[in-house]
Structure formats: structure tokens, C-alpha cells
């Protein structure tokens, strides 16, 4: 069975820290690029960050930069999130996705062009 499985969600405060994984099961990710997206309630599924296949080339959303880090470890067949100086507006749902490899240069962040498997979500909750 091919699974993405999203990891690494919870409460924590504004200004902290947390870092998602996102592991895969029943193939591997060598020849995926992964982008990570995020729902808010009643709003659009948007995509965060994304990186290639080979961890060379990464693209972030103006809302995360400076503050999220995408990269992989092909190795452990997962890609992670790391989650820096949070914000309450960064609360969501976080999905992972695989995509074809050149998906983050041509598509990112389309939800349907290239995206081949989506995780379940974790969900991140910002708050005092």
C-alpha cells in the first residue's frame, strides 16, 4: 500500500518551534519531488514549500521564508518541515505531497499538476 504519513504536529506557542516529517511507505521518494501544503479553516489548501528530487533546489511561499527549512533524507525515505519562529497565522493542517521530480520548478504550488500521493495532514495549532 503507497502511503505518505505526515508526523510532528501540535500545540505550541507563538515564536516556537516544530519540525513535521513526512515518511513514506510502499515505494520510496528518491525520484519525488515533496511539497508541503497547509489548509487553514474555511480557507484554500496552499502550498508552503517544496523540493526536488534531489534536495538541490528548494522554493518557500512569501508568507515562510526565513522562518520554515524544507529538506530530505532519502536515506530514511522522508522529507521534513522544520517550523521556526511560528506564527498564529501558520495554524493549519499540513499535508505532504509527492510529485513528479521537476514538479517544485514548474508547478509548485498547483495542488493537481504533477502531484501524484497525499498524506493525511498533522495538524500545527499556534497559540498562547
Known amino acids: 500500500q503507497l502511503q505518505l504519513v505526515e508526523s510532528g504536529g501540535g500545540l505550541v506557542q507563538p515564536g516556537g518551534s516544530l519540525r513535521l516529517s513526512c515518511a513514506a511507505s510502499?515505494?520510496?521518494?528518491?525520484?519525488?519531488?515533496i511539497g508541503w501544503f497547509r489548509q487553514a479553516p474555511g480557507k484554500e489548501r496552499e502550498g508552503v514549500s517544496c523540493?526536488?528530487?534531489?534536495?538541490?533546489?528548494?522554493k518557500y511561499a512569501d508568507s515562510v521564508k526565513g522562518r520554515f527549512t524544507i529538506s530530505r533524507d532519502n536515506a530514511k525515505n522522508t522529507v521534513y518541515l522544520q517550523m521556526n519562529s511560528l506564527k498564529p497565522e501558520d495554524t493549519a493542517v499540513y499535508y505532504c505531497a509527492a510529485a513528479l521530480h521537476f514538479y517544485c520548478s514548474v508547478y509548485f504550488p498547483s495542488k493537481s499538476n504533477g502531484v501524484r500521493y497525499w498524506g493525511q495532514g498533522t495538524q500545527v495549532t499556534v497559540s498562547s
Open positions: 510502499g515505494f520510496t521518494l528518491d525520484y519525488y519531488a
Open positions: 523540493i526536488s528530487s534531489s534536495g538541490g533546489f528548494t
